[in-house]
Structure formats: structure tokens, C-alpha cells
């Protein structure tokens, strides 16, 4: 009988060792599959983190620009921009630059390193351009700007002969920055940025506008100022169409005669509510001076309700010559406030 109890303590301590060593490897195994389990967690998490840095924007990419021609472009790293509000939106959308017209370094703080000069936007140099070897080259369609003409769509058959491709922009208004972000983002990737640089200022612009008090719509004239004399503008202008879109009625609009000539007599006789002036070209002192002589010199410019109600307001550069870009929204604000504050 001593034997038979003997026997079962055995089996049942045996069972025991068994039963613990089981145990053990649940526990193991279950520490294996979970950490295997977090690291695909952890390595899509590092894939949408890529993704949101433009690192997986490696496929080619077909866009059309606003000529209506077919762009394709594939991870370009060598681009070159031929207008400085163009070179500043690039980098706004996560790109680098290898070359910008002369304007990107007055105008704009451009970030990229050892960037090259191409020259002045309205003859940006061929030669340079195509030495600087660019996988992507982005011009304006535009004739003009900050009073001078471009002659950018000239280059386009040898930029092309050349294989480099080449995309045209033409950008006046707010939208048109937010069309050529949105194309410049799907090329680098970065949905993030437009978010940041373009739906974000989109959003705040509409709360500006929504703003507006209704049933008000001042009289605007709206002027830009150089040295060699001074121009109206329309709500086709970019300042312009800031103003139309903040319920001014801009005198021009009606009075196209301005457009052509700018006439004193014609000023004093429409009386508008607000006077902006915007000075073009280098020498602000110069540009002012020259709008002084021909219109504050005289006395009937006293009489003007604008002028007698602290309605002639002079607009900055940076918000109102150059495009804005991300600060876009800033001008906004500013035009709201002198109309309705």
C-alpha cells in the first residue's frame, strides 16, 4: 500500500512540473504574438508618417497647368521657378529649389540652400536655366507684372527640346494660389502643407468675409503709384478682387476711362469713399513723391471725402504687390478692417 501512495505523489508531482511548464509557454508565446503584433502597428505608423513627409512621392505625377497643357513630373528635386511668389509656394509645398528669378531673394525668405539666380522674371536667362540641369521648371503664363512684361511662354519649345518639363502658372487672386498649391503639394506629397498653407488660410478668409456687414458697399479707388506716374485698378487686380470680394464697389469697374488715364478732375468728380495706393518698384519715397505732385498738390485733392475722413490709406508690399501666399488672409483682414472697423 506504501508503494501504491509512493507512486501517486510521483505521477501527481510530475503532472504538476507539467502543468507549470505549459503555463510558461502560454505566457511566452503570448508575449511573442503581441509584440509581433505591434510591430506592423509601429511600421504603419512610420509609413503614414513618410507619406505625410512627401517621402513616398515617387510616382509619376500628370497634371494640367494653366496653358491646358499636360505636365508629367516624377520626384523632381532639381526646380527652378521663374517668378518669386512661384519659388516661395514651391518650398510652401514642401519642395527645395536648385534656382529662382531674381525676385524670390528681394521678396521672399527662400529657404533652400545655394539656390542660383536665373535672372529678372520678365527675361529669366535660358542659359542659365538649362546649365543648372532642372527636372522641373515652373513659369508664368502671365504678360506682366509689378509693371513689367514677361516673355517666360517664349522659352517653353526649348526648355521642352531640352527634356526638361515645364509648367505655367497665371496667378491673380487668392484661388488661383490655392489651385497652384494644390498641384504643387500632389507633386511633393504633402498633403499637410496645403492643409497648413492653403485650406487654413482659406478658412480664416471666410470667416473674414462672412464678416461684411450687408448693405454696405463703400466706393473705392484703388491706385498704384511708380515713379514715372500712376495707374487705376480695377477688381480684376489682385488687390482689386480682395476689395470686390469685401463688398467695395470699385469705381474703375464702371469708369473704365481711369483705366487708361488717370485724370484728377475725373477722381474729384466720382468722390470715392476710400483711396488705396499701393507704390510700385524700388524707391517707395519716389513712387509717393510722384503721386504727391500730381494729385495732393492740388488743392481740390483737400475736398475729397476720402481724404478729409482719413480714408487715404497707403497699402504695404508684402500684402499688396507680391502675392501673399500663406499670408493671404492678412490681406484680407487689413482691407476689412480700413473698410469696417
Not at 505655367?168 to 498649391?181: A, G, N, S
Not at 469708369?255 to 483711396?275: A, C, H, M, R, T
Request: overall charge negative; proline content about 4%.
Amino acid at each position: 500500500m506504501e508503494a501504491v501512495r509512493h507512486d501517486v505523489k510521483v505521477f501527481l508531482a510530475g503532472l504538476a512540473a507539467v502543468v507549470v511548464l505549459c503555463l510558461g509557454a502560454t505566457a511566452l508565446l503570448g508575449c511573442s504574438s503581441q509584440d509581433a503584433s505591434s510591430e506592423p502597428a509601429d511600421k504603419n505608423q512610420a509609413a503614414e508618417s513618410d507619406a505625410a513627409q512627401g517621402q513616398n512621392a515617387t510616382e509619376p505625377y500628370t497634371f494640367t497647368d494653366d496653358t491646358g497643357a499636360e505636365v508629367t513630373v516624377q520626384n523632381p528635386e532639381r526646380v527652378i521657378a521663374c517668378m518669386g511668389s512661384f519659388a516661395n509656394t514651391w518650398e510652401l509645398a514642401g519642395g527645395t529649389l536648385i534656382g529662382a528669378s531674381d525676385d524670390a531673394f528681394e521678396s521672399y525668405a527662400i529657404e533652400s540652400a545655394d539656390v542660383a539666380k536665373v535672372g529678372d522674371f520678365s527675361a529669366p536667362n535660358l542659359e542659365t536655366i538649362i546649365s543648372l540641369e532642372p527636372d522641373f521648371v515652373i513659369m508664368t503664363s502671365g504678360s506682366g507684372g509689378r509693371g513689367g512684361d514677361s516673355n517666360q511662354a517664349e522659352l517653353k519649345s526649348s526648355l521642352e527640346a531640352s527634356g526638361i518639363p515645364v509648367a505655367f502658372f497665371e496667378v491673380t487672386t487668392f484661388d488661383d494660389y490655392l489651385r497652384m498649391l494644390r498641384t504643387f503639394c500632389d507633386i511633393t506629397g504633402r498633403d499637410d502643407l496645403y492643409d497648413k498653407n492653403g485650406q487654413a488660410v482659406a478658412d480664416s478668409i471666410e470667416g473674414i468675409k462672412a464678416k461684411v456687414p450687408a448693405g454696405e458697399e463703400p466706393s473705392v479707388l484703388l491706385m498704384t503709384t511708380f515713379s514715372g506716374g500712376t495707374r487705376v485698378q480695377n477688381s480684376s487686380s489682385m488687390t482689386g478682387a480682395m476689395l470686390a470680394e469685401l463688398g467695395a464697389a470699385n469705381l474703375a469697374d464702371e469708369n473704365q476711362s481711369l483705366l487708361k488715364d488717370f485724370s484728377l478732375e475725373s477722381v474729384i468728380e466720382l468722390n470715392p469713399d476710400y483711396i488705396f495706393v499701393v507704390p510700385m518698384g524700388n524707391d517707395d519715397a519716389a513712387a509717393m513723391k510722384n503721386l504727391t505732385e500730381a494729385t495732393e498738390a492740388n488743392p481740390a485733392w483737400s475736398t475729397l471725402s476720402a481724404v478729409q475722413d482719413g480714408h487715404y490709406i497707403t497699402l504695404e508690399k508684402e500684402l499688396f504687390l507680391y502675392k501673399p501666399n500663406e499670408r493671404w488672409a492678412d490681406s484680407y483682414q487689413t482691407l476689412f478692417d480700413h473698410l469696417y472697423a
